[in-house]
């Protein structure tokens, strides 16, 4: 009896360890359009740092904008992939897209990039993921990228 308990016991400590542990991945949603081609959205950022987590949620959430789109149910503007398919762009285009994308250029998109989770969680490559909530100005970001070739002004590529 004692050692069925022990046993019993054992077990549910390893199982309970080991979802405990489940590595995280990172997510991005749209909390609200905080004025006209202005979003809030919270999204995680990995790095091992802040600042580098901060770099990648910049990045990450430029990138998701391009090329997937965020649903959201009331806001229709970024839905659909400012760009469906990255092999129709040209090799100019693809050099403009990969400039606009550099961490030093992302920045001006965003107004402002709050550090919301201060304990951050442990991912499957051992690095952090910290939540943050950015406010971006999107119809800034889409002019740019209409200004440097990579969409047309009225419509998709």
Known sequence: MLRTSILLL???LVLTSTLAQQPATPSIEIIEQAGTGILRIEADGQGKNRQLAEDDVRQRVLER?????IAHP???AVRLPMIPDRSKLTAVQLEALKDVLKPENT???YTEVLW???RPTRTSE???LQLFNVTINYDLFRRELETRGILRKFGYR
């Open 10 to 12: 054992s077990l549910f």
């Open 65 to 69: 904008l391009i090329y997937d789109g």
């Open 74 to 76: 009331q806001i229709t």
């Open 107 to 109: 920045k001006r998109y």
């Open 116 to 118: 919301v989770e201060q």
């Open 126 to 128: 051992g690095t952090k």
